[in-house]
């Protein structure tokens, strides 16, 4: 598994043009909210968490098409389904290394995010940690919907149809981690939610993501 | 368990043809009767003035559209356990029929809404809920149509289906706690179940029930359509094989 | 008529569109059965015809 985990980051370095695309498209979209509306401080600081965490998803969304589709052409896919490693896992490997090559640097950024923004210190330190609670399962809810639309040509659009609604209650939580933070209310119960559905996403989905390859290369 | 064996497509087909007329016949009874009566012979409500007879569209049709999700899921899990063809279809043609409910019951609960308070949209747990229904009724019936293979396509939406109600479900729960906290009282809520006064209840109930019947007629209806399509592309495949 | 007082219109918009998404909805799946129901008539035939 380490060995499969450790090929799926060399080709996502090789073609290191998704990390850096999901980058640059986090910072113009970063960008794009305070051109559209308005660049005042406390307007910015109220939006924060919410353009953080959409501005996430969106960049989330870029790579996800990809996470299966380079095995199931070269027909890698076909043999890693047959080979004594549970499908899950596959599933598993896959999705943690989309999320170390997508999320991880845009969770990296955040303290950049926090400058452009004009967040207070330790409201960016809850931005992180939401972050680092909720963005697991948007890689496994997302390596599920890439599953499903494996077969579709141009699937990216249909998966995005798929997916965003699928991400609303992380948005949701994830959302609320930080704003609560912001107002100083108490923000436990939101992240004890946020880390139950990365945790159930991550051990239950990869049967279904496993079915819907199994299904898909029959 | 004989029920059972109306998943033979033939046995479905016959059972449905001749079901379906008094079917329908007494939907748009019970339809138009509830209806008549609600709008005609009820009295407005002290608060909401006539548009309390929005209620008679509106209720029932979210009955509806939040019942089909539960026909599809039910369809899909028979699908995958038993591998009755006919689950899968019934899933299929259910979808539509949720999503024009859904809309419905968006388009009356807005202009409900603008009266009652000042504007045709707020982003009220229900509304936002229904919202994200749309949206789920949608992506389910978009993979419906974008893979060829049949076989394949039933068990991804079965899929989809099971594990989009536990989102689903979970959604409703994180735009409850979104928008109002957990526990706290409903502050825009129409809680339209509660405190129905009788008279406005009877007419209620048989428009739901009209409405139920509808829904069924139509599902049969669709399904029918949807069984004789796979005959079409069996007859199809046979013929090129001659 | 009963008296709708001032919120008339908006019952009666409701009630339009309601029965206009309907009874669309309904009307374009008896046509789609229909066309189905036809189709498969004929084609049908033609592999009746085929065999013989």
Request: glycine content about 6%; overall charge positive; charged content about 10%.
């Amino acid at each position: 598994m380490i060995t499969l985990l450790t090929r799926d980051l060399k080709l996502a370095f090789r073609s290191g043009s998704t990390t850096i695309l999901g980058i640059a498209f986090f910072l113009i979209v970063l960008l794009l909210v305070p051109l559209s509306l308005e660049p005042s401080r406390p307007m910015l600081i109220k939006l924060a968490p919410g353009v953080l965490w959409i501005a996430l998803i969106l960049s989330c969304l870029l790579s996800l098409d990809r996470i299966f589709h380079l095995d199931l052409q070269d027909g890698t896919l076909e043999i890693l389904t047959i080979s004594p490693l549970p499908l899950e896992g596959l599933v598993l490997v896959k999705s943690l290394a989309h999320w170390i090559t997508t999320c991880l640097p845009l969770i990296m950024l955040v303290p950049l995010m926090g400058l452009l923004y004009n967040v207070p210190n330790d409201t960016i330190i809850w931005m992180i940690i939401s972050l680092l609670s909720g963005t697991p399962a948007l890689s496994v809810i997302g390596s599920f919907a890439a599953s499903i639309t494996l077969g579709v040509n141009r699937g990216g659009l249909l998966l995005s149809l798929l997916v965003l609604p699928l991400y609303i209650p992380t948005l949701i939580f994830g959302t609320e981690v930080i704003r609560r933070s912001l107002d100083g209310s108490s923000n436990v119960t939101p992240l004890v939610f946020l880390l139950a559905i990365s945790a159930s996403s991550i051990a239950l989905l990869p049967i279904a993501t496993g079915s819907a390859i199994k299904i898909n290369l029959n | 368990m004989s029920l059972w064996k109306y998943t033979n497509p033939n046995k479905f087909m016959k059972l449905s043809s001749k079901i379906l007329p008094s079917l329908s016949i007494l939907s748009f009874l019970l339809v138009f009767t509830g209806l008549t009566w609600g709008f005609f012979f009820t009295p407005d409500d002290f608060r909401q003035g006539s548009t309390v007879k929005i209620i008679y569209l509106h209720v029932p049709a979210a009955m509806i559209a939040i019942n089909t999700w539960f026909v599809m899921l039910v369809g899909s899990l028979i699908w995958i356990v038993r591998r009755h063809h006919i689950s899968s279809l019934i899933a299929k043609s259910a979808a539509p029929v949720g999503l024009t409910m859904t809309i419905v019951t968006l388009a009356t609960g807005s202009i409900w809404g603008k009266p009652m308070w000042g504007a045709f949209w707020a982003w009220d747990p229900r509304l936002t809920s229904f919202f994200i229904l749309f949206l789920f009724y949608l992506g389910y019936m978009a993979l419906w149509r974008s893979i060829r293979d049949q076989q394949k396509v039933a068990d991804l939406a079965a899929l989809l289906c099971i594990v989009g109600s536990v989102f689903a479900l979970l959604s409703r729960y994180a735009v409850n706690f979104w928008n109002q906290g957990l526990h706290q009282g409903a502050s825009l809520s129409l809680d339209k179940e509660e405190n129905i006064a009788n008279v406005f209840y009877w007419p209620l109930l048989v428009t739901i029930s009209g409405f139920l019947l509808f829904f069924i007629t139509v599902l049969l209806i669709r399904t029918r359509t949807e069984i004789r399509l796979r005959q079409i592309s069996n007859i199809i495949i046979t013929n090129k094989l001659n | 008529m009963p008296e709708l007082g001032q919120y008339g219109t908006s019952v009666i918009i409701a009630y339009l569109i309601s029965f206009v998404i309907i009874g669309t909805f309904f009307l374009v799946t008896l046509n789609k059965s229909n066309q189905t129901k036809k189709e498969l008539e004929r084609l049908t035939l033609i592999s009746k015809t085929n065999k013989s």
